[in-house]
């Protein structure tokens, strides 16, 4: 059974720092970190490719890592802005070259998702 599961999530002070995780339970070609705020729609945060390690973000102070022995992705996301607020989805899947990584209906596979909150 394919299994995405975020966690890391929470509330944090604006110019603070969280890192997020997601384990899973499958064998993903390519992993994304995806957002998505009330009212407004998916977008992508930032992309790994699992084999060549090749990375793709949007925020330049989000870093997307992994863990592969322990089957598990991170995001650390640094100077945190309210405007970062929403929940964090991990997704993933076994294609690869992905066309748009970044666009959320490039994976098949998702997480429930975990919220993280910034306030000022």
């Known amino acids: 059974q394919v299994q995405l599961v975020e966690s890391g999530g929470g509330s944090v002070q604006a110019g603070g720092s969280l890192r997020l995780s997601c384990t899973y339970t499958?064998?993903?070609?390519?992993m994304g970190w995806f957002r998505q705020a009330p009212g407004k729609e998916r977008e992508g945060v930032a992309c790994?490719?699992?084999?060549?390690g090749s990375t793709d973000s949007v925020k330049g102070r989000f870093t997307i890592s992994q863990d592969i022995a322990k089957n598990t992705l991170f995001l650390q996301m640094n100077s945190l802005k309210i405007e970062d607020t929403g929940l964090y989805y991990c997704a993933a899947d076994s294609r690869a070259p992905l066309r748009r990584p970044l666009f959320f209906s490039e994976y098949a596979y998702w997480g429930p998702g975990t919220q993280v909150t910034v306030s000022s």
């Open positions: 790994i490719y699992i084999v060549s």
């Open positions: 499958a064998r993903y070609n390519c």
